[in-house]
């Protein structure tokens, strides 16, 4: 099983960016595809984007599709997500995980998660 540590979260304006990212341990990390999710105060957990092993198949919800990239370093077992015209409703908590073959269905374990804050 992949452990993570997210990192990368904060405060910032609307319209501004941030660029989250996730340290894997454990089962090789380049075996895995990977997805990021958030949950926002009082709203259950939810898909953001899927990335393939291999880093060629990206998957995006539409909330967030033009707007965030997710990629991957293979040799550094490290997962990114470049978050750029932030919104306030981008505010919630955000967690690497392992996931399925559809990219948005999450199977490990789940990590402490990192705190991004838009403010209007």
């Known amino acids: 099983q992949v452990q993570t540590v997210e990192s990368g979260g904060g405060l910032v304006q609307a319209g501004g960016s941030l660029r989250l990212s996730c340290a894997a341990s454990?089962?090789?990390?380049?075996?895995?595809?990977m997805g990021w999710f958030r949950q926002a105060p009082g709203k259950e957990r939810e898909f953001v984007a899927g990335?393939?092993?291999?880093?060629?198949?990206?998957y995006y919800a539409d909330s967030v599709k033009g707007r965030f990239t997710i990629s991957r370093d293979n040799a550094k077992s490290t997962l990114y997500l470049q978050m750029n015209s932030l919104k306030p409703e981008d505010t919630a908590v955000y967690y690497c995980?392992?996931?399925?073959?559809?990219?948005?269905?999450?199977?490990?374990?789940w990590g402490q998660g990192t705190q991004v804050t838009v403010s209007s």
């Open positions: 995980n392992t996931v399925r073959r559809d990219y948005e269905t999450p199977f490990g374990s």
């Open positions: 454990g089962r090789p990390f380049s075996s895995n595809a």
């Open positions: 990335i393939s092993w291999s880093g060629g198949i990206t």
